[in-house]
């Protein structure tokens, strides 16, 4: 296996403030991590080997703790908040000092202990990514590669961009309880992953060449989305439409369209309201729950945030 090291990309990111400091979880897909890196489980039991972890741990200060367990697990950590600790990974210190917030650190599986000293109090979100996602990742963007050639991050602070706009998603499903919420950490979760594979897999050469979706496989996942839109939609059955691994699917539809899967389908319930918003007397709620949206004010938010104007504002002023 090849181990990687020290940082993975060469871009720094920006200070990003966090605001979710001390407030309870509200989505059921953040689990309490009640012992340190420890992957949760949920309650009913129904994490599969294909499945991402959200968890979040937060410690008091002066504190010592400690796993010595085997992790199978990728696992992205991001401080919501400023501390100072150091954290050991088996015999080599990886931090020691101030970790600031928005500071992202990834580990690989391991065999070994590891653990950490925490000089003031923390807060950290992590993400679990098992075994079985990574390989399906790697194996979907390097399919000729050598089984020994499949990455294997020791731990390592980075400094990406991408990777912690896709972390900072997934911290805002905090504060989610809607019904999109699985679909939406789905989504970004496999594209955590999928960075993270190509930050680790092109090290060594060049990146592997990016691929539109083909355009018969484009037209048939449209068509399933149109045909669908009053509903929630997981990326499993766009991908099973367009017969294609989930994230060979994501990244194709991303290239081939230019945003993600779940933004398309926003935009599509979105411009499915507005033709009933112009050409019918429906309301809101109901034209709300037509166009998949889980309520009229989880409606109301997101024509807003895409529109510029509340449904009924700019219901007035198409028939004006």
Known sequence: M????????????????????????????????????????????????????????????????????????HVVSIALRSTAATFHW??????????????????????????????????????????????????????????????????????????????????????????????????????????????????GGPEAPRRALAAWRLERVKDYIEAHLDRVLTLDEMARAAELSRIRFGAQFREATGVTPYAYVLHRRIAYAQTMLRDSDRSLAEIALLAGFSSQAHFTTLFGRLIGLSPGRWRRQSRE
């Not at 400094?159 to 896709?166: A, E, Q």
Request: proline residues 8%.
């Open 2 to 73: 090849k181990h990687v090291e020290g940082s993975l990309a060469t871009a720094t990111a920006p200070p990003v403030a966090i605001d979710i400091i001390d407030r309870p979880s509200r989505s059921p897909l953040v689990l309490q991590e009640h012992r340190w890196r420890r992957r949760p489980t949920h309650p009913d039991g129904t994490t599969s080997a294909r499945d991402i972890t959200l968890s979040r741990w937060v410690g008091k200060a002066p504190l010592e703790v400690a796993a010595g367990e085997v992790e199978a697990c």
């Open 90 to 203: 088996g015999l080599r210190r990886v931090v020691d000092g101030l970790l600031p917030a928005s500071t992202l650190l990834v580990t690989g599986p391991r065999e070994h202990g590891c653990r950490a000293s925490y000089r003031e109090a923390s807060d950290v979100f992590r993400v679990y990514l098992p075994p079985a996602l990574i390989s399906e990742c790697w194996d979907s963007l390097f399919p000729r590669h050598r089984e020994d050639d499949a990455p294997l991050c020791t731990a390592s602070i980075i400094n990406d961009v991408s990777l912690l706009r896709l972390m900072l998603s997934l911290v805002d499903i905090d504060r989610r309880d809607d019904q999109l919420a699985p679909v939406i950490a789905e989504s970004v979760g496999i594209a955590l992953v999928t960075r993270l594979v190509s930050l680790c897999g092109t090290l």
